[in-house]
């Protein structure tokens, strides 16, 4: 085993592999909070897959192991309006919350906040 490992840092596969191990160890994962501070339960997809509503004042953690988070959501609360956004988010807190330009009153919109 000394002998190969001998070979493998002589090609310098140790310090990759190690590298590697270490990503592993620390964890290699994002978290994400989501939180609802509007007055609307919010219907919302994760990384393409529709979800349950958000209820108002509800807050969800989640968890992935690298490439971030793709939430996709109605931004016009109305029954009969679409207005779809789309983010790609990274490690952080979310909130949903209402917008406050004055053009719609039913337009919500998602921010980080930490």
Known sequence: MLNNQSYLE???LIKELDEQATETISGGYEVFALRNKTEYDIPYAV???RTSDL???ADLIYTT???GLTIEFDADVRIDYKKLKKYTLTDGVYEFQNDPSP???YDID???VG
């Open 55 to 57: 209820a108002s004042g």
């Open 103 to 105: 053009d719609n009153p």
């Open 47 to 49: 990384n393409g897959i």
């Open 65 to 67: 192991y690298g490439g």
């Open 10 to 12: 002589y090609f310098g």
């Open 110 to 112: 998602l921010y980080s």
